[in-house]
């Protein structure tokens, strides 16, 4: 069963001693402080058993104490600051083991994603594309910055059949440049993929979201 709070370890600025088994455990000592127990070394707590991970990697650390049945939060008085401030986290092995796993896995999916990126550039026109989101910023100067980029690129895909790669689209066409982004629109601001997990056909989906892609599209047109 998971533990439901946290469980805090502290690194002594003084000299200290185990209130349990009276071992001097001298400055800088690893110690947690239990309820009518006083101050206890790692192994009288039970708490030995537990490897040590500093903090600095958020992605290890949260899979970690995700998967470690018990674990500890790691705190040391600053001085400068006049507060415990966090080390890290005392984990067990299994778990720092799984959570290592897991982060690899991440390192090679965004290894492939770097790949598919550099073949997504390459069949970009990027002169085009800097024109087709330059118009997307003159016709709707309230996008989200950066939004105008990623709207010109999904859809001037060379052999992608996309908007974008219209002979209207190509001429900067108010009209075929407004599809783009209600296209956008559709997929990031509204529930529109959602629906269509649900069963919805494109058609209803469009006519459900349509509202919303209508008030965004305002928004949009306004400049701030």
């Not at 998971?2 to 000592?29: H, M, P, Y």
């Not at 104490?65 to 500890?72: D, E, F, N, P, T």
């Not at 026109?125 to 709707?140: I, M």
């Amino acid at each position: 069963m998971k533990q439901t709070a946290d469980l805090k370890v502290f690194i002594s600025t003084r000299e200290s001693t185990c209130d349990e088994c009276g071992e001097d455990l001298g400055r800088k000592a690893w110690i947690t402080l239990v309820k009518d127990k006083g101050a206890l070394c790692l192994p009288c707590a039970d708490l030995d058993h537990l490897i040590f991970l500093p903090s600095g990697d958020a992605a290890l650390t949260r899979r970690a104490r995700k998967h470690s049945i018990l674990s500890a939060v790691v705190l040391k008085w600053s001085d400068a600051r006049k507060r415990y401030e966090r080390q890290g986290l005392l984990v067990e092995s299994r778990a720092l083991e799984q959570a290592e796993q897991e982060c690899l896995a991440d390192s090679k999916a965004r290894a492939l994603r770097r790949e598919r990126e550099a073949l997504r550039r390459a069949e970009l026109d990027h002169d085009y594309v800097k024109r087709f989101a330059a118009r997307v910023r003159e016709l709707y100067p309230g996008c989200p910055s950066g939004s105008e980029l990623e709207i010109a690129e999904h859809a001037c895909l060379k052999y992608s059949g996309r908007i974008g790669r219209s002979a209207a689209a190509k001429n900067l066409d108010e009209e075929a440049v407004r599809l783009s982004v209600i296209a956008h629109i559709r997929h990031n601001e509204t529930n529109y993929d959602e629906l269509l997990a649900k069963g919805y056909d494109r058609w209803q989906a469009r006519e459900h979201v349509m509202e919303s892609v209508e008030n965004v599209l305002s928004k949009w047109k306004v400049s701030y």
